[in-house]
T-cell receptor
Framework: EAQVTQNPRYLITVTGKKLTVTCSQNMNHEYMSWYRQDPGLGLRQIYYSMNVEATDKGDVPEGYKVSRKEKRNFPLILESPSPNQTSLYFC??????????????FGPGTRLTVL | EDQVTQSPEALRLQEGESSSLNCSYTVSGLRGLFWYRQDPGKGPEFLFTLYSAGEEKEKERLKATLTKKESFLHITAPKPEDSATYLCAVQAVGGSYIPTFGRGTSLIVHP
């Protein structure tokens, strides 16, 4: 089954404790991205990757890091989480056939709470 | 700055009562406009991409249309299973691939 998986699905942590949210896709997609979704603000892109070793900032990259060492994986790293990073996070992927946003597949989401 | 405004914020319909959702956008140049459906507790699910004014796409009871300033998602004879939040997003022409999403329209269809 074609899918984007994220782990963990739920995470409660404390300020300053480094964490990683994993994202993996099995569709051989070139393009991957991370979003956060907050009430009243909608989806905002954090980082995106056009292909392996090619990452770039989205609208809200502060406080986050990403890496793309393999095509299928795109982990999101919070080096020192803060309460304002409490949010619902989504990973997405799509085939980059000249139009990387055409038909993005989203993961199930990771609900992060930073105390 | 690219902007996307969706209206109404919430919509309640009776089963079979057709209606439309609106997505107004402001971009320097449109690369594409996207509609997604999001069920509670799940990630968005892709519905349509529209690229140019006058374009229309259909899927079951849904039909998306595009003008130079807005897009409509028409829902014909909706069923309770159409209840969801519908998201609109635009991507502007240029080097950045960052999409701008609207806040969504929450649709509830009563049986």
């Amino acid at each position: 089954e074609a899918q984007v998986t994220q782990n963990p699905r739920y995470l409660i942590t404390v300020t300053g404790k480094k964490l990683t949210v994993t994202c993996s896709q099995n569709m051989n997609h070139e393009y991957m991205s991370w979003y956060r979704q907050d009430p009243g603000l909608g989806l905002r892109q954090i980082y995106y990757s056009m292909n392996v070793e090619a990452t770039d900032k989205g609208d809200v990259p502060e406080g986050y890091k990403v890496s793309r060492k393999e095509k299928r994986n795109f982990p999101l790293i919070l080096e020192s989480p803060s309460p304002n990073q409490t949010s619902l996070y989504f990973c997405a992927s799509s085939a980059n056939r000249g139009r990387p946003y055409n038909e993005q597949f989203f993961g199930p989401g990771t609900r992060l709470t930073v105390l | 700055e690219d902007q996307v405004t969706q209206s109404p914020e919430a919509l309640r319909l009776q089963e079979g009562e057709s209606s439309s959702l609106n997505c107004s956008y402001t971009v320097s140049g449109l690369r594409g406009l996207f509609w997604y459906r999001q069920d509670p507790g799940k990630g968005p699910e892709f519905l349509f991409t529209l690229y140019s004014a006058g374009e229309e796409k259909e899927k079951e009871r849904l039909k998306a249309t595009l003008t130079k300033k807005e897009s409509f998602l028409h829902i014909t004879a909706p069923k309770p299973e159409d209840s969801a939040t519908y998201l609109c997003a635009v991507q502007a022409v240029g080097g950045s691939y960052i999409p701008t999403f609207g806040r969504g329209t929450s649709l509830i269809v009563h049986p």
